[in-house]
């Protein structure tokens, strides 16, 4: 019943954001570019997306789908949304601590209304839902505690498979070190733009690849460590996710030409995405192995 109602709130959420970007669409097709009714469109597709995997992890046909379908769309939408949630509480905070600019081009009250429960909304749903919906259908995944598969532990091929920790913790010091105040890498040209709000963000990317970091440490101990298994299996699906995903968004706006101006040297930012995509489907892989020797040795 829970994963049902989460699942449902996360599908209605995303659907006030759809209709504000029908409106955008319709006010672009008048007096728009091009270019912004295509950015448009691809967030519809985002938008519909989200709301078919709401619905799917809320009822029963989810259950029937086949894995191949369900894991990218759970492990990229958790990846774009979960992973947002402490930038959200912590940026409402500098909202309310921040005067408003008063400028005449500000979202109409109802846009910002509806674009915030959208993505705060679906965000919460998925929280719930998507842990409920992946323990329900492959529960060797998340039962039992780190390091233990029946009555022997964790093979040392597998235990050892933790490289991706170094990239991931790579991206958790630079992001870190940029979200605390520091310049090295970033273009001079856009640090006018490079306020507390973009700090933030950058410092929710930190701390999600520092949990891509720990989840593959931990699972890469051997022994007879007490961590529930869920901690570091779910921890690693979202923050993995969340690194293809804005890894994958960033690279390709950085990528077009004059399309984004990236705070980082442009270099470095592609160095930086691409790294981020790598490393966010490594860690997956990691999960996946992991699961793979649990389900064997059931």
Request: proline share 6%.
């Amino acid at each position: 019943m829970l994963r049902r109602v989460a699942a449902f709130t996360a599908a209605g959420s995303m659907s006030l954001y759809l209709m504000v970007k029908i409106v955008w669409i319709v006010l672009e097709l008048r007096h728009g570019t091009a270019d912004w009714v295509m950015l448009n469109l691809v967030t519809v597709v985002m938008a519909l997306t989200g709301i078919t995997l709401g619905l799917a992890l809320g009822q029963s046909w989810g259950m029937r789908l086949p894995a191949w379908l369900v894991l990218p769309f759970a492990w990229i939408g958790s990846g774009f949304l979960v992973s947002l949630l402490p930038y959200m509480l912590v940026s409402a905070f500098l909202a309310q601590d921040s005067p408003s600019p008063g400028d005449g081009a500000a979202l109409p009250a109802w846009e910002g209304v509806f674009i915030s429960v959208g993505f705060a909304g679906m965000a919460v749903g998925l929280v719930v839902a998507l842990p409920l919906y992946l323990a329900e259908r492959w529960p060797h995944a998340f039962a039992g505690r780190v390091g233990r598969v029946g009555l022997v532990g964790l093979p040392a091929s597998e235990a050892g498979r933790a490289w991706p920790l170094l990239p991931a913790a790579a991206l958790a010091v630079v992001w870190s070190f940029w979200a605390a105040g520091g310049t090295a890498g970033l273009n001079p040209a856009t640090l006018d733009g490079w306020d507390a709000n973009a700090r933030v963000l950058i410092g929710d990317g930190a701390l999600c690849a520092a949990l891509a970091a720990w989840s593959v440490w931990a699972l890469g101990r051997r022994g007879a460590p007490r961590t529930p298994l869920w901690l570091p299996m779910a921890a690693g699906f979202v923050a993995s996710g969340s690194l293809f995903a804005w890894g994958s968004w960033k690279l390709l706006w950085v990528l077009l030409p004059g399309a984004y101006r990236p705070f980082e040297y442009r270099g470095v930012a592609v160095a930086e995405h691409a790294l981020a995509i790598v490393t966010g489907v490594a860690v997956l892989l990691t999960l996946l192995r992991q699961y793979r020797i649990r389900a064997s040795a059931r």
